[in-house]
Nanobody, 117 residues
Framework: QVQLVESGGGLVQAGGSLRLSCAAS????????IGWYRQAPGKQRELVAV???????NYADSVKGRFTISRDNAKNTVYLQMNSLKPEDTAVYYC???????????WGPGTQVTVSS
């Protein structure tokens, strides 16, 4: 099993920055892809950014050029640096980990990000 715990959310003004962290524990050696999704009130959960074991990244078009995902394998932690935040970035951000060949998927409890205008 894999446990995920997010941190770093909060309230920030538009144009500001936040860095989210997701600490993974358990069978972390088997994680293939790890990353971030978000869900705003009344909307479906959507992909924000993910990073593979090999370091390949994928971003939602809405965050390209503003957000950067990175991972520290030694610390079993993945980060999401969010710059130039907009009110529409307001959501609960969830960490997600997927095993090889999608054999498993785990979610963290989420962290709230609120961007005021």
């Amino acid at each position: 099993q894999v446990q995920l715990v997010e941190s770093g959310g909060g309230l920030v003004q538009a144009g500001g920055s936040l860095r989210l962290s997701c600490a993974a524990s358990g069978s972390t050696f088997s994680i293939n892809v790890i990353g971030w999704y978000r869900q705003a009130p009344g909307k479906q959960r959507e992909l924000v950014a993910v990073i593979s074991r090999g370091g390949n990244t994928n971003y939602a078009d809405s965050v390209k050029g503003r957000f950067t995902i990175s991972r520290d394998n030694a610390k079993n932690t993945v980060y999401l640096q969010m710059n130039s935040l907009k009110p529409e970035d307001t959501a609960v951000y969830y960490c997600n980990a997927v095993g090889p060949w999608n054999t498993y998927e785990y979610w963290g409890p989420g962290t709230q990000v609120t961007v005021s205008s």
